[in-house]
C-alpha cells in the first residue's frame, strides 16, 4: 500500500497555484554548486556528457533533467546539492544534444529512451567506484527512469536500490492533451523555441526530413508527427506516446520507487498518478501533494531547499534504509 502520506507541516504561503509553483523557482532561483564533466563517447559515434559533483562517497545518484533541460537546471543541482549534503555523489546526465554542444547525429533523445542511460549506468559500473546507486529523473526524465526500472523489471543491476521521478508524465498520450490546453501554450512556445534552434544547428544531419515543416510545427503534435517519431523508430507521434510512456511497465519494477506528482500540476494526466497500481505494489510509492506545479514544489521561498528535494533525500536515505 505504498500510497504516501504528504509530509505535515509544509506551508504553501508565497505560491497556491499550479503557474506560480512551476514558474517562480525557474526565474528566481539560483543553486551554487560545481561540476566537473565528463564526455563519454556511445557506441554509434554520439556522445554524452556527465556533470559530476563528488564527495567521496560509494553511494550516488543520476539525475536526468527535463525536456530542453541540463544538468545545470535549478532543479538538478538542487537535488544534487541536496544529496551531497547527505553524503551522496552526484551525476547530472545530459541527454543528447543538451549539454551546449550540438550532438552529432540526426536521432536525439525522446520519453522513452533508456540506452542510453543503460550505458551510463554500465559505465559508471565498470569503474567500481559505487556500491550504491539511485535514479532520479523529472519530466521527461522521470519517465525515462521508470520505463528504464519497468523494463529491467528482475534483472536491474544490483547496484541500482532506487528511482525516484519527479513530475513524471507516465501517459504520454494523455499529457500531451493536457500541455496543449491553451492556459499552458506559453510553455509550449518555450520549448518548441528550443527544439527549433537545435533543428537549426543539425538541419544538415536531416537529409531525408523536412525541415521546413519540422520548423513550422504549432505544437507538440506536429513536432513528434515530423521529427521524434519517425527519428527515433516510431510509426507516427501517437505510436511514440503509446510506446514511450512508462505507465504500462510500472508493475514490473523492482527496486522501491518513488513517484512524486503534485495534483495541480497542468503538464501532465491524471492516469500518470497511478493510484490503483501503488496501492496494490510493493516498490511503487506514489505521494501527491496539493501543490507544486511542474518540477515547481517550494513551501519557503524558492531559492532555499526545495520540498521536493527534502522529499527526495527523506526517501533514498531513510524510506529504504540508505
Not at 501503488?278 to 524558492?302: C, E, I, M, T
Amino acid at each position: 500500500m505504498p500510497i504516501l502520506p504528504v509530509p505535515t507541516g509544509q506551508s504553501f504561503l508565497f505560491a497556491k497555484g499550479a503557474h506560480l509553483q512551476t514558474i517562480i523557482p525557474n526565474i528566481t532561483r539560483y543553486v551554487r554548486l560545481t561540476y566537473s564533466r565528463e564526455r563519454i563517447e556511445l557506441p554509434d559515434g554520439d556522445f554524452l556528457d556527465l556533470d559530476w559533483t563528488k564527495k567521496g562517497s560509494r553511494k550516488l545518484v543520476i539525475a536526468l533533467h527535463g525536456l530542453e533541460g541540463q544538468g545545470k537546471r535549478h532543479y538538478i543541482k538542487g537535488s544534487l546539492k541536496e544529496m551531497n549534503r547527505l553524503g551522496w555523489d552526484g551525476v547530472a546526465l545530459n541527454f543528447r544534444g543538451c549539454s551546449g554542444s550540438p550532438n552529432r547525429l540526426a536521432r536525439s533523445y525522446h520519453s522513452g529512451e533508456i540506452e542510453d542511460l543503460d550505458f551510463v549506468i554500465e559505465h559508471i559500473r565498470a569503474s567500481g567506484q559505487y556500491d550504491t546507486i539511485s535514479l532520479l529523473g523529472f519530466s521527461l526524465g522521470g519517465n525515462v527512469v521508470l520505463m528504464y526500472g519497468g523494463k529491467k523489471g528482475n534483472n536491474i543491476p544490483a547496484e541500482v536500490k532506487s528511482i525516484a521521478a519527479i513530475s513524471a508524465p507516465c501517459d504520454l498520450t494523455g499529457s500531451v492533451n493536457e500541455i496543449e490546453h491553451w492556459s499552458n501554450r506559453h510553455y509550449v512556445l518555450k520549448f518548441l523555441i528550443s527544439l527549433r534552434k537545435k533543428t537549426r544547428l543539425k538541419s544538415h544531419l536531416l537529409g531525408d526530413f523536412n525541415v521546413k515543416k519540422i520548423l513550422s510545427s504549432k505544437n507538440f503534435i506536429e513536432f513528434d508527427e515530423r521529427y521524434t517519431a519517425p527519428a527515433h523508430g516510431y510509426k507516427s507521434a501517437k505510436d511514440y506516446w503509446k510506446k514511450a510512456s512508462s505507465l504500462p511497465v510500472l508493475s514490473e519494477i523492482r527496486v522501491p520507487t518513488l513517484l512524486l506528482n503534485s495534483l495541480d500540476d497542468t503538464f501532465i494526466s491524471k492516469a500518470s498518478s497511478p493510484i490503483s497500481l501503488a496501492k496494490n505494489s510493493s516498490y511503487l510509492h506514489l505521494l501527491q501533494p496539493k501543490w507544486g506545479g511542474h518540477v515547481g514544489f517550494f513551501d519557503r521561498v524558492p531559492w532555499t531547499t526545495l520540498w521536493s528535494e527534502r522529499q527526495i533525500g527523506n526517501f533514498i536515505t531513510k524510506i529504504i534504509g540508505l
